[in-house]
C-alpha cells in the first residue's frame, strides 16, 4: 500500500492557475499508475487524469484536456497537477489515487486502492 497526501488547492479567480501536489509514503511510487479525480457537490468523483508509472502514458478527461498538465517525479515520489485556466466548473474536492492495475481501469474510482484526503479548489467568477 502507498499512502497518499494532497497539497496545493485554494481560492483563485477564474483564468488562474493552481499546481496540486500528491505526496507518496509507502512502496515506491513508480510502481504505480497514478491518477487524479474532482467530486463536486452532489456529483460523482470523476477521473480528471492519469499517468502511468514511468510517466511515458497520461490520460485527460475531454473537460480538462489543454488546460490541465499531470506529471510525476518519482525521486521526490510526488505526482503533479498543474491546472490552468481554471474555470469555476472546475470547482469541486480534489483526489489523487494510486492503481497497479493498467491503463482501462485508469478511468473509474474503482480502478485505484489508495486515496488521499482531498484538497478543495474553488474557482470564482
Known amino acids: 500500500q502507498v499512502q497518499l497526501v494532497e497539497t496545493g488547492g485554494g481560492l483563485v479567480q477564474a483564468g488562474g492557475s493552481l499546481r496540486l501536489s500528491c505526496a507518496a509514503s509507502g512502496r515506491a511510487l513508480s510502481t504505480y499508475a497514478m491518477g487524479w479525480f474532482r467530486q463536486a457537490p452532489g456529483k460523482e468523483r470523476a477521473i480528471v487524469a492519469a499517468?502511468?508509472?514511468?510517466?511515458?502514458?497520461?490520460y485527460y478527461a475531454d473537460s480538462v484536456k489543454g488546460r490541465f498538465t499531470i506529471s510525476r517525479d518519482n525521486a521526490k515520489a510526488t505526482v503533479y497537477l498543474q491546472m490552468n485556466s481554471l474555470k469555476p466548473e472546475d470547482t469541486a474536492v480534489y483526489y489523487c489515487?494510486?492503481?497497479?492495475?493498467?491503463?482501462?481501469?485508469?478511468?473509474?474510482?474503482?480502478?485505484?486502492?489508495?486515496w488521499g484526503q482531498g484538497t478543495q479548489v474553488t474557482v470564482s467568477s
Open positions: 499517468i502511468s508509472g514511468s510517466g511515458g502514458m497520461t
Open positions: 489515487a494510486a492503481t497497479l492495475r493498467g491503463f482501462y481501469d485508469w478511468m473509474e474510482p474503482a480502478g485505484y486502492t489508495s
